[in-house]
């Protein structure tokens, strides 16, 4: 008996997701993304709506100034990019790994009624894209 094949996001994206409220320290927020070795998080508000992303790339910076010149960390909602490119999670996975030849986030929120369902990564689209070679 053979797997089903991934053919939209849904199958291959991560539910239990690691989110960010935008009230979090950037400290925080670097901690997290460490523990869950993530690229970055989604920011989502108190109903888990998307409003925004950060990435560790924005914030090393301001954790190397905490570190070293014992600056006060700034809060997410300080930093974190209110233009988000996010999916649905109908979307196909073909089609997705075609936007991400332009685009260049190695993590995309998924959502669904304005929602954060999950994440996808560019590691689970090349995954999912080699299980639908083999097929």
Sequence with gaps: ???????????????????????????????????????????????????????????LGQVLDSIYNDGEAPLVKEMMRNEVLSVTPNKSITDLAQEMLGAKPKIYPVVEQTRLVGVVTRRDVLIALLKIRRH
């Design 1 to 59: 008996m053979s797997q089903k094949q991934p053919d939209t996001v849904r199958d291959i994206m991560s539910r239990d997701c690691y989110r960010v409220s935008p009230e979090a320290s950037i400290t925080t927020l670097a901690q997290g993304l460490a523990l869950h070795r993530l690229p970055g998080a989604p920011v989502v508000d108190g109903a888990d709506r998307l409003i925004g992303f950060i990435s560790e790339q924005d914030v």
